[in-house]
């Protein structure tokens, strides 16, 4: 198994044209050994060598293969284990989402530093629900002026995010009963947050923010605007925060395992 380089983990769904534009940028990547696609589509995944050309880095045949799951649509497909990873290091990636080459490289150094933590380049954190007739809930920080100004994490977003392979098997038969039904009944939210959840738990420790440029998350922001997924929908930040409550109780937490840090 190679330590010089990762494995791409591609997640898409029905974006055929982010899906092209992210295999394009991550194939030109140093670092990169392979990109495997996370396809959860009915359709029959693209095959290299056809006219769907589009779907692969035509420079480098076999970087890309594809990874079906043909029965199921879920979200939580990005964690499926593959046991032919030619890598430890994997590096989860939504399709419409292109870390500026060297930011990757320079993640993937950081990474090889903390392998046993989640290292990414979105951070988030939690807090105590804002009305006292919440009782004992929390709610999901986004807000990125806030993280700025408090300088405060606890979860890095697993849509642009380093990992050790050995995450991926354990999400699949380790996480508590309950938390994969859950997810999949709410709509596809949150797996990024349980997987947060379940590397925080075991390692006690919190995980590793590398920040991008400034013109990259302005231009991220620009890019992304008429986009349409789960993080635009309505009410979307006070479900991550119920995610974040129940997971709590599911993992049998007396204190929350989310571990707090500062950049």
């Known amino acids: 198994m190679r330590a010089d380089g990762f494995a791409v983990l591609l997640n898409t769904f029905e974006r055929p044209d982010l899906l092209k534009t992210a295999l394009r940028h991550y194939g030109k990547c140093r670092g ?73 490289y320079r993640g993937f150094k950081a990474w090889q530093k903390h392998p046993d933590a ?39 977003l697993t849509k642009a995010a380093f990992m050790d392979q050995k995450y991926l098997k354990l999400y699949k038969e380790h996480l508590p ?26 390692t006690r420790e919190a995980p590793v923010y590398v920040p991008a440029s400034l013109m990259y998350y302005t231009k991220a922001k620009l890019g992304g605007v008429g986009v349409a997924g789960i993080s635009s929908g309505a009410g ?11 997971f709590q109780t599911m993992f049998g937490a007396e204190h929350i395992p989310l571990v707090e840090t500062y950049q």
């Open 177 to 202: 009963d309950g938390v994969r039904e859950y997810i999949d009944k709410g709509g596809g939210n949150c797996e990024d947050i349980a997987m947060q959840f379940l590397i925080s738990s075991i």
């Open 32 to 104: 990169v050994e392979e990109i495997r696609v996370v396809w959860s589509e009915k359709r029959d995944a693209p095959r290299e060598g056809t006219a769907e050309d589009g779907y692969f880095v035509k420079k480098k045949p076999g970087l890309v293969r594809y990874d079906a799951h043909a029965e199921s649509t879920s979200i939580q497909n990005r964690f499926e284990p593959l046991d032919d990873l030619r890598t430890r290091a994997v590096f989860n990636v939504d399709e419409d989402v292109r870390i500026p080459c060297e930011t990757l």
């Open 118 to 156: 989640l290292v990414g380049y979105y951070a988030r954190n939690y807090a105590p629900a804002k009305k006292p007739s919440d009782g004992c809930s929390w709610r999901y920080v986004a807000n990125e002026f806030q993280l700025w100004w408090s300088g405060k994490y606890s979860i890095i």
């Open 236 to 246: 979307h930040h006070l479900k991550r925060g119920d995610c974040i409550t129940d």
